[in-house]
């Protein structure tokens, strides 16, 4: 397996899509090596991100830091890696099936070959769940080019008439949506099962302390065409020992990556002991901040209102801000996206939302948005 050569057309698929569909289309292939070459691989990517989130960083949030059980994230990571695989030769079968009914012509290889490389940008952008808060949106910016990538591919693996791809990408789309929907039922209802079922023998549970995981190679084939995410030992400097007359109760940093996408994230909580506690998360999605920025146009300005609080998202000296407050419970959050790359949130309860600003300002944004071309480099 040669992971030079799949980062390669990771990095053309999703670039230069136009001259990379008819290479692709003329590439000699079969099912059996399209899986164990390429699909194996890359569909592994936001399967393993997301396991990472809940089992090794954890979700957090409005005063929590929640943590999935390793043998329920394991259980989760291999079902859905298993239905990701299912759903991806299904899909297939229906692109070949469908070809002829869009003037084309049936290739199960090609058919193949059409979803492995659309849905490329969707499993790439699958790693950013690991981002706090705005994760969900470039995951979402992933799967709209995604979709684009499938319209332009059509013509060229399945052979149907340009101006016939605009309605077999919708019937694919719809179908895939479908199965997606399914293959999520599924995982809800196992996951859930065995949740249940060993309630009484494991628990949700916090860590401390910090660890790295995966990390590429500087000198290696991957480390000389990949952007290399900040240390967690950088992270660790934006994270004060004292926040606000508050002291750190624990701390975590961590470097994960795969296939050359990296993503470094810290966290800290700070307590004052009573009723006041706040949870700091920084990110920094290294060379993901192409996607960033796409999520970051996606998310238009909203602001809704309720009795109990209010959400809203906007635009502030060209970052994108999001906040939210619950005057019910006391608990909010207050996120910044910084220079298209960082990814700055506080939550906290018991503190007010200005205190919740003033821990995210105090953190010197100038200082790490100057960072942002840090690792970036195409030796």
């Known amino acids: 397996m040669d992971f030079g050569k799949i980062l390669s057309r990771i990095k053309a698929i999703l670039s230069s899509p136009q001259t990379e569909w008819p290479v692709i289309a003329a590439e000699p292939d079969t099912v059996g090596g399209l899986f164990r070459n390429y699909i194996c691989v890359v569909a592994a990517l936001p399967v393993i991100a997301y396991f990472i989130r809940g089992n090794l960083i954890g979700h957090g949030g409005w005063g929590m830091h929640i943590h999935t059980p390793l043998g329920l994230g ?8 298993l239905l990701t695989l299912v759903v991806v030769y299904l899909v297939a079968l229906i692109v070949n099936a469908f070809a002829p009914s869009f003037g084309g012509t049936k290739d199960s290889v090609q058919a193949l070959k059409t979803v492995a490389y659309a849905w490329t940008a969707g499993w790439v952008a699958g790693i950013a769940i690991i981002i706090p808060w705005l994760g969900w949106l470039v995951a979402i910016a992933g799967v709209i080019y995604g979709i684009y990538l499938l319209y332009l591919g059509l013509p060229h693996t399945m052979r149907c008439p340009p101006e016939r791809a605009g309605g077999y990408t919708a019937v694919i789309v719809i179908i895939g949506i479908v199965l997606t929907w399914i293959v999520g039922l599924i995982m809800t209802g196992i996951i859930g099962t065995a949740a249940l079922t060993g309630a009484s023998m494991a628990g949700l549970h916090a860590t401390r302390g910090e660890g790295t995981t995966a990390t590429v190679d500087a000198d290696s084939t991957l ?3 990949v952007a290399v995410s900040l240390s967690p030992e950088t992270l660790r400097g934006f ?6 007359g508050m002291k750190r109760s624990d701390f975590n940093a961590q470097r994960s990556g795969a296939m050359g996408m990296q993503i470094s994230t810290a966290y800290a909580n ?3 002991g009573k009723d006041r ?3 700091i998360e920084l990110a920094d999605t290294g060379n993901m901040r192409g996607m960033m920025a796409m999520a970051g146009a996606m998310a238009h300005s909203s602001e809704q209102e309720s009795d109990h609080g209010y959400e809203k998202t906007y635009t502030d000296h060209d970052r994108l801000v999001h906040e939210a407050w619950n005057s019910q419970t006391k608990t909010g959050e207050f996120g910044v996206i910084v220079a298209s790359r960082f990814s700055v949130k506080a939550s906290g309860s018991g503190a ?3 205190d919740l600003k003033r821990a995210v300002n105090d953190m010197d944004l100038d200082k790490l948005s100057a960072l942002k071309d840090e690792g970036v480099s195409n030796r």
């Open 74 to 81: 394991l259980l989760g990571l291999v079902l859905h890696y």
């Open 223 to 225: 480390g000389k065409t």
């Open 239 to 244: 994270l004060p020992e004292q926040l606000d």
């Open 270 to 272: 700070y307590s004052d």
């Open 277 to 279: 506690s706040i949870k």
């Open 352 to 354: 007010s939302m200005d």
